[in-house]
Nanobody
């Protein structure tokens, strides 16, 4: 069983930065692929970034080098550093976790990011 809890969402001005955290309550953190997603009301949830168990990182094109995903095994936590935020980044951000090759996906409850002046 894996429980995920996101934090770090906030109201920030355009051009600002935020770091989101995804705390995992599990003893198998190192075997989990971690992903960040986001969703705007009325739209489908979209993938933002992914980090593999080996630390390989992939990003959606819209991040344009502004976002960095990372993981800390000692803290059982994954992070999403977001810089140069724009109003288009406003969304609820979710983290998910799954074990390689397995269909089961665990989700957090989400954290709200609002970019507005």
């Amino acid at each position: 069983q894996v429980q995920l809890m996101e934090s770090g969402g906030d109201l920030v001005q355009p051009g600002g930065s935020l770091r989101l955290s995804c705390q995992a309550s599990t003893n198998m953190f190192d075997s989990l692929v971690i992903k960040w997603h986001r969703q705007v009301p009325g739209k489908e949830r979209e993938l933002v970034a992914r980090i593999s168990t080996f630390g390989v990182r992939n990003y959606a094109d819209f991040t344009k080098g502004r976002f960095t995903i990372s993981r800390d095994s000692a803290a059982n936590t994954a992070y999403l550093q977001m810089n140069d935020l724009t109003p288009e980044d406003t969304a609820v951000y979710y983290c998910s976790a799954n074990r390689n090759g397995l269909a089961r996906v665990w989700w957090g409850q989400g954290t709200q990011v609002t970019v507005s002046s």
